[in-house]
């Protein structure tokens, strides 16, 4: 049972425009949510990360927004440029435990 | 180097053999976690750390998986007899303090296991 779904396998956007990348919860345990970017034969870097208590977080470029009734939050990069290009996951934690549940990621490509 | 750091990066077994996995996490790090990703997947869970004790293993997959960090800093994931499904990247990670639940996880760069 995948708790937490990215349904776009990958994702292509133009320099310059902005990257949506979506994200789909079940667990209504989950209170905080983090997205995490990762290249090739690296570990995943952590990016920008969401407490259930908020609906949107601002970092530079990249912003999330997380839609508590609808299980759902989303990654807004803008503007996208092509150093951004990687594997992007969504990961959720609940409050009683500390280990992270990912979903299975979705791989921006920022073309020139 | 000041991040977390795993060995071997790669490493292929023939089906049956026994692997060693380390991972030296940040230092003065108290949580540690060991996360399996399978190919075109995301990372799963496997274990928890914090300091020796091991606080959560529900997500090793079969008792052929064991874990352990006996001083509190590096770890040791071990794989007996190993199978094919083994075949993944393990990903080691550790966070700075015990018990928050916002505490951000550093990964390590992972190991490419292989059985043949």
């Known amino acids: 049972d995948q708790q937490v779904k990215q349904n776009s396998p990958s994702l292509s956007v133009q320099e310059g425009r902005i990257s949506i990348l979506n994200c789909d919860y079940t667990n209504s345990m989950f209170d905080y949510f983090l997205w995490y970017k990762k290249y090739p034969a690296e570990g995943p870097t952590f990016l920008i990360s969401?407490?259930?208590?908020?609906d949107k977080n601002e970092d530079g470029r990249f912003t999330v927004f997380l839609n508590k009734s609808a299980k759902h939050l989303s990654l807004h990069i803008v503007p996208s440029q092509p150093g951004d290009s990687a594997v992007y996951f969504c990961a959720a934690r609940d409050g009683t435990a500390s280990k992270l549940t990912f979903g299975t990621g979705t791989r921006l490509q920022v073309t020139l | 180097g000041a991040g977390v750091s795993q060995s071997p990066r790669y490493k292929v077994a023939k089906r049956g053999q026994d692997v060693a996995l380390r991972c030296d996490p940040i230092?003065?790090?108290?949580?540690l976690f060991w996360y399996q990703q399978a190919l075109g997947q995301g990372p799963e869970f496997l274990t928890y750390f914090q300091n020796e004790a091991q606080l959560d293993k529900s997500g090793l997959p079969s008792d052929r998986f064991f874990a352990e960090r006996p001083e509190g800093s590096v770890s040791t994931l071990k794989i007996q007899r190993t199978q094919q499904e083994d075949s993944a990247v393990y990903l080691c990670?550790?966070?700075?303090?015990?018990?928050?639940?916002?505490?951000?996880?550093?990964f390590g760069p992972g190991t490419r296991l292989t059985v043949l």
């Open positions: 990670a550790s966070s700075d303090l015990a018990g928050g639940p916002y505490n951000e996880q550093f």
């Open positions: 230092s003065g790090h108290v949580s």
């Open positions: 969401i407490s259930s208590i908020k």
